[in-house]
């Protein structure tokens, strides 16, 4: 009896259970995840880059011919451009976000619960932070490559042909990474697909429409632009527009923050509760 009792007070305590809080545990075991989805992609390369581009080149030659030849010009601090510019600068913005976010909410909510390809991923050595960040950079891998054949079209259509473009492509690079950190968090709280509809009703379609896109932010009540000012896209976007328009962005530094602050935190986020879903 006393040698049991003596067992049981020696046994070591379980030890207490790590924060999901925690810092990244990243290594170079993400490029294997993100070269698998390359692969796997390849297959439907073509269909699904018609499917990201058609829709954003519907809403500007409709919006940016159409509506263009009503509106004329717009002011842009003082300047005055073509509308179909003035669309094109901030619809290739919305087109970085939207191709993201369907890429890391649909698609990666499908390898991760519907396909358990992340249950399969992990039986191998590679941890859960990784395949995030693979996920991560996937989806904005995915964004850039839409926006760069969108980008090619515009040169096409000769709405801008500024050589600041290539400084705006890697700024939409950015905002690629930076909405896709954003839509992985409603991937690790989302129990099914139908979840995503508050993200697009309520996240992205006022950020669509609040952020300079379609219009001018002054025509917006100062107490919906001073929301509006700290929406990433609405920074995405005036980071963007001024390339398309041959100048440099006036306080690039503040909306570069902005989005690299909306980038990491949300990461951050993200990592923190797909943890926490598979550890529970």
Same mark, same amino acid.
Not at 236 to 241: E, M
């Given at each position: 009896?006393?040698?049991?009792?003596?067992?049981?007070?020696?046994?070591?305590?379980?030890?207490?259970?790590?924060?999901?809080?925690?810092? @990244?545990?990243?290594?170079?075991?993400?490029? @294997?995840?993100?070269?698998?989805?390359?692969?796997?992609?390849?297959?439907?390369?073509?269909?699904?880059?018609?499917?990201?581009?058609?829709?954003?080149?519907?809403?500007?030659?409709?919006?940016?011919?159409?509506?263009?030849?009503?509106?004329?010009?717009?002011?842009?601090?003082?300047?005055?451009?073509?509308?179909?510019?003035?669309?094109?600068?901030?619809?290739?913005?919305?087109?970085?976000?939207?191709?993201?976010?369907?890429?890391?909410?649909?698609?990666?909510?499908?390898?991760?619960?519907?396909?358990?390809?992340?249950?399969?991923?992990?039986?191998?050595?590679?941890?859960?932070?990784?395949?995030?960040?693979?996920?991560?950079?996937?989806?904005?891998?995915?964004?850039?490559?839409?926006?760069?054949?969108?980008?090619?079209?515009?040169?096409?259509?000769?709405?801008?042909?500024?050589?600041?473009?290539?400084?705006?492509?890697?700024?939409?690079?950015?905002?690629?990474?930076?909405?896709?950190?954003?839509?992985?968090?409603?991937?690790?709280?989302?129990?099914?697909?139908?979840?995503?509809?508050?993200?697009?009703?309520?996240?992205?379609?006022?950020?669509?429409?609040?952020?300079?896109?379609?219009?001018?932010?002054?025509?917006?009540?100062?107490?919906?632009?001073?929301?509006?000012?700290?929406?990433?896209?609405?920074?995405?976007?005036?980071?963007?527009?001024?390339?398309?328009?041959?100048?440099?962005?006036?306080?690039?530094?503040?909306?570069?923050?902005?989005?690299?602050?909306?980038?990491?935190?949300?990461?951050?986020?993200?990592?923190?509760?797909?943890?926490?879903?598979?550890?529970?």
């Amino acid at each position: 009896m006393n040698t049991t009792t003596a067992s049981s007070s020696s046994a070591a305590p379980s030890p207490p259970a790590r924060s999901v809080w925690r810092a @990244p545990e990243l290594s170079l075991r993400w490029w @294997p995840v993100f070269l698998r989805n390359l692969l796997v992609w390849r297959k439907l390369a073509i269909p699904s880059l018609i499917g990201n581009i058609a829709e954003p080149l519907i809403w500007l030659v409709a919006f940016g011919y159409g509506m263009g030849a009503l509106v004329g010009e717009v002011s842009v601090d003082g300047t005055r451009v073509p509308y179909i510019l003035f669309l094109a600068s901030g619809s290739i913005c919305m087109s970085a976000m939207n191709a993201a976010s369907f890429e890391a909410l649909y698609s990666a909510f499908s390898r991760m619960h519907v396909q358990k390809t992340w249950d399969g991923i992990m039986n191998a050595p590679v941890g859960l932070d990784d395949i995030v960040l693979a996920e991560m950079l996937w989806a904005a891998f995915k964004s850039i490559f839409t926006v760069t054949a969108i980008l090619f079209v515009m040169l096409g259509l000769g709405i801008s042909h500024s050589p600041k473009l290539i400084v705006a492509w890697m700024v939409l690079i950015g905002a690629g990474i930076t909405f896709s950190s954003i839509a992985l968090i409603f991937n690790a709280l989302a129990k099914g697909y139908d979840f995503f509809t508050y993200y697009f009703t309520l996240f992205m379609t006022p950020m669509m429409f609040l952020s300079g896109v379609f219009f001018p932010l002054e025509q917006l009540p100062s107490a919906v632009r001073a929301v509006a000012a700290w929406l990433p896209l609405t920074n995405a976007v005036a980071l963007v527009r001024p390339l398309f328009m041959d100048q440099w962005p006036g306080g690039w530094w503040v909306h570069a923050g902005v989005l690299v602050v909306y980038g990491v935190v949300s990461f951050w986020v993200a990592l923190a509760l797909t943890r926490k879903r598979f550890r529970g």
